[in-house]
């Protein structure tokens, strides 16, 4: 370590005096111009878990769904996935540490990680669309070289375009090609494959009405497109244009104010869905011919998702444990529908993709959604040679066509992060191929009416949860209140927790009608107001 560069540098990249943040749901967020330290820092660290794994790693300079003003990043793992815990909390002291700390922090994960400094280091940055992205993502290659690192800086990316190189890298091409255009090949060729057999007419016209949320997700989409031809129309709106991001559209603002977004005009019955800032969560959604709007959100997805693949698996006969993870935030209709009419084991895990991902891991296939929008399938790496041994070798022509199914599914999916894109690829291919409509898969069950609103509180870190974030430990009486509370409504459900990426406690209530979920939350919010240290109104 050339620790008199490391030094001259760490200075241009100075941490502003008090300022402490942590590794929360998704990565450091918080204002871009309180970032600058942390992306050179993080730069830093990344080089050090891959000489450690001696594999490559990716850096992501987003913020996802947080307004424009907002940055982050998030680190990524060899095979693709967020980075392992342990690791959050050696970025969380490293983004902390003062000036001088900064050495000893280094040379103490390098002891506790064995980190040998003689290895290589391959890094892979990407950004997303936020004015404040580019200058961040160069402090990260400036914390790569201080430490000898070397880096491909593939731009402006989708935040799963991104997961996805790390692994096609990591795999020696096994997964994929590590460019956008091998993102682009794989995903196109698995979708125009699996939908070989849709009878459904979807020929040219548009049949899916997509909000981009201003974002990365429109840049890439467009370059998409010609690779899907006519296999798929869609129209894009919100594409960066005009709007600002995430403002008054995209995939959160649709399931948090369960509302259409601006700038998409809706036919009744029309397919429309809407991706986040980073392109790695969507949700669909509809209004009805008397104009009532309809949202299918990531437990749908589940849902739709988990009842394809079932069938599939049963027409091949390939006998495979199945299980769904969700949070706490899921639907109750969605688990009840799931456990007791699909007959699915359904897990619960704490919010963040990465705790789902872990748990899916468990089965053979585990399908993982949280309720908004961000989800994937993974599949075994048994589960996956048995399918596609069988969509070779298979005799049987009906069981041989189930098992290819199946291996276009998963080459559809991006396995590695929730993925706006393929998600949306894989819905689409499962509406074309069992010829459903819109309302036809919100059909499958009704949601319970829910709301979800924010307070805003002194330190959030003053709630603890416990039960996968479904009961608050701390502060003290605050749950014995939400449980006096939910007690007062029928089918009602309410839980509170603090958010990993923006500076506020998140309050969830369902009950048997709208009106009550929404006094519901309204309540629970004065109590967390009143119990938690609430600031403001
Ligand atoms: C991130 C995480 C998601 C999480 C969401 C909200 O999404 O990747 O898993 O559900 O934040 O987290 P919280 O409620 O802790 O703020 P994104 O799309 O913003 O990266």
Known sequence: MDVE?????????????????QYGTAGFRTKAENLDHIMFRMGLLAVLRSKQKKATIGVMVTASHNPEEDNGVKLIDPLGEMLAPAWEEHATCLANAEEKELLPILNAICQKEAVDLQNDAFIV???DTRPSSKKLSQSVTDGVSVLGGQYQDYGLVTTPQLHYMVCCRNTHGGYGTATVEGYYQKLSKAFVELTKQA?????GHICLKIDCANG?????????????LAGLAVRLENDGTKGKLNHNC????????QKPPVGLEMKPNERCCSFDGDADRIVYYYTDATGQFHLLDGDKIATLISTFLKELLDKAGQTLTFAVIQTAYANGSSTSYLKETMKVPVHC???GVKHLHHKAQEFDIGVYFEANGHGTVLFSKAAEDKIRHQAKEEKDNLKREAA????????LINQTVGDAISDMLVIEAILALKNLTIPQWDAMYTDLPNRQLKVKVADRRVINTTDAERRAVTPPGLQEKIDELTKQFRLARAFVRPSGTEDVVRVYAEADTQKNADKLAHQVSLAVHQLAG???E
Do not use: C, W
């Not at 560069?5 to 402490?20: D, E, Q, R, V, W």
């Not at 009878?199 to 020929?203: I, M, V």
């Not at 997700?217 to 690779?227: C, D, H, N, P, Q």
């Not at 290819?404 to 080459?411: A, F, G, H, V």
């Open 349 to 351: 895990a704490k919010t």
């Open 216 to 228: 990365i997700g429109a840049l890439k989409l467009k370059e998409m497109e010609r690779y899907l």
């Open 125 to 127: 940055i990407g950004r």
């Open 534 to 536: 609430g600031v403001g």
């Open 5 to 21: 560069t490391l030094a001259k540098y760490s200075k241009l990249h100075a941490k502003p005096p008090g300022l402490s943040l």
């Open 199 to 203: 009878t459904s007419q979807r020929d």
């Open 404 to 411: 290819k199914m199946l291996e276009n599914t998963i080459d």
């Open 250 to 257: 995209g995939a959160d603002f649709v399931k948090v104010h």
